[in-house]
C-alpha cells in the first residue's frame, strides 16, 4: 500500500471544495461500479492483515502478496512470527523495501501481541499504535477492513484524489483524514477508504490521470482534468 508522508503537502493551487450533494453523487456512483470494494492485500484474519499492511509501507501491494504467500502457510500467529526469529522472517520478506527495519518492528509487534494480548490483534486504536511499526494509517486499515469500523487511512493516492476532486483538500494527510470524516456521508463511509484507494491507484494517476474514462469526471474540481481522449 502506497504510504503518504506526514510532511505531504497539497498543491499550491487549493481545489474548489466540492459540495455536498455532489459528494454523495461521486460515493453513489462508485459503489454502482463496485458495490462490494476490499483491499487488494491478501489475508485470512486480523493478524495476517495487520502484517501485510505493516510490510506494505513504501511498498506495493503486488508485491507484499508474493511474499506473504509463502510466509503465512509457514507463519501466520504471532508465535509463528516469533519462532522463525528476526533473519528467518527477513528470508520470506527481503524482496520488500524496508525489509530489515520491517523485520524488526514485526518481530516486536508479535512479541506485544503474545505477552500483553493473547496473541489476539486488538480493535482498539491507542493498543494498535502502541505496536512498533504500526502508526495511524496501519491502524485505520487494521480497524476499517478487519474489524469494520468507519475510518480512513489515508494513503498517497487518497490523498492526491481528495485534493484533486476538491472532496477534502488538506494540507497533509492528518487534514485530509479529518475532512474525509466530515465530507462523507455515513452511508458510504465503510467502503470509502477502499473506492478512494483504488479510483486512485487506476483511474486518478499521479502523473497522467484518466479523466476521459473517469466516472465522476464532471463532478471533479480538478483544474487540470481532460474530458477528451
Known sequence: MATASKTARAPARRTAKMPRADVVEMFTRLRELNPHPKTELEYSSPFELLVAVALSAQATDVGVNKATRKLFPVANTPQAILDLGEEGLKRYISTIGLFNAK????????????????????????????????????????????????????????????????????????????????????????????????????????????????????????????LAA
Not at 512479541?111 to 511499526?133: F, M, N, T
Not at 478487519?146 to 475510518?151: E, L, N, R, W
Not at 492528518?174 to 452511508?187: N, Q, T
Open 103 to 226: 523485520a524488526k518492528n514485526v518481530i516486536a509487534a508479535c512479541r506485544l501481541l503474545v505477552e500483553q494480548h493473547g496473541s489476539v490483534v486488538p480493535q482498539d486504536r491507542a493498543a494498535l499504535e502502541a505496536l512498533p511499526g504500526v502508526g495511524r494509517k496501519t491502524a485505520n486499515v487494521v480497524l476499517n477492513t478487519a474489524f469494520g469500523q468507519p475510518t480512513m487511512a489515508v494513503d498517497t493516492h487518497i490523498f492526491r484524489v481528495s485534493n484533486r476532486t476538491g472532496l477534502a483538500p488538506g494540507k497533509d494527510v492528518r487534514a485530509v483524514e479529518d475532512g474525509l470524516m466530515k465530507a462523507i456521508p455515513a452511508e458510504f463511509l465503510l467502503d470509502a477508504h477502499h473506492w478512494l484507494i483504488l479510483h486512485g491507484r487506476y483511474v486518478c494517476k499521479a502523473r497522467k490521470p484518466d479523466c476521459p474514462q473517469c466516472v465522476i469526471r464532471d463532478l471533479c474540481r480538478f483544474k487540470d482534468k481532460t
